[in-house]
């Protein structure tokens, strides 16, 4: 998936899937970032073929959306968990030996390097969308309890709160946390492109299905990854000279 057919799915439903395949994972010079949704888009085209092959289990599953339309035979025992980019404190009990992975990788980016660095531009395939953790974990646990729906249709669930841009992100954390304004990275970082622009959420289902209406602000979201980043990093031993 080249970068100008990300930039065009404007809309973004969950009828809609990445069209990679596993030959398309082998191919020389895919974007890492592509080579990860393929992975994600090829289990859960599988989940959904077990589930469709056994309709008297139930699953629930958490992957990011893909997007192509597949023509599969409908079952209501499967509820997919599709969140955006979570952002929130680590859990409980979690290992952080290897604490700058996934999203906390950009929080990662917030705190190191030096000053007047650029941050992450909001270009693809990073399209600059949230959700907190918690309500990601409260979207899970409120799929476990939904049953059958009536008529049927499959249960894919899009978790996106809002849209931010790393700018925004930058100037707010300055003025919220005056103490970490020194390690930031410089508040023009990024195209300036509205978050819009790359891509729009369909996240009814959300609402529909699971009955979660409000979400936690990217705000709060971003600054529990922050503290909690900061937190586990005082805990951690100091590199050898």
């Given at each position: 998936m ?13 009828l ?29 085209r ?34 997919a ?101 020194g ?16 891509a ?27 503290k ?14």
């Amino acid at each position: 998936m080249t970068e100008r057919q990300i930039c065009d799915l404007i809309d973004i439903s969950p009828l809609d899937w990445n069209s990679q395949t596993t030959d398309d994972c082998k191919k020389l010079g895919l974007h890492p970032w592509c080579l990860h949704t393929a992975a994600r888009a090829i289990a859960e085209r599988e989940l959904w073929t077990f589930a469709d092959a056994n309709s008297h289990i139930d699953v629930t599953s958490s992957m990011f959306a893909s997007l192509l339309h597949l023509n599969i035979t409908l079952t209501v025992r499967l509820c997919a968990v599709l969140p955006g980019f979570p952002f929130g404190p680590y859990g409980r009990g979690q290992a952080v030996d290897q604490h700058s992975t996934g999203t906390f990788a950009w929080v990662s980016e917030l705190l190191h390097g030096p000053p007047g660095r650029p941050m992450i531009p909001n270009g693809p395939p990073f399209s600059p969308n949230y959700v907190h953790i918690t309500d990601v974990a409260r979207a899970h646990v409120t799929a476990l309890r939904v049953g059958p729906l009536d008529p049927p249709q499959r249960k894919r669930i899009l978790l996106v709160a809002g849209h931010v841009l790393w700018s925004e992100i930058v100037v707010h954390l300055a003025e919220a946390m005056p103490e970490i304004k020194g390690l930031l990275p410089s508040p023009t970082c990024g195209t300036g492109r509205r978050p819009t622009e790359y891509a729009q959420f369909e996240a009814r289902n959300a609402r529909e299905i699971l009955g979660i209406e409000k979400y936690r602000s990217w705000k709060e979201a971003i600054e529990d990854a922050v503290k909690d980043m900061l937190r586990v990093e005082s805990t951690m031993p100091e590199p050898p000279v």
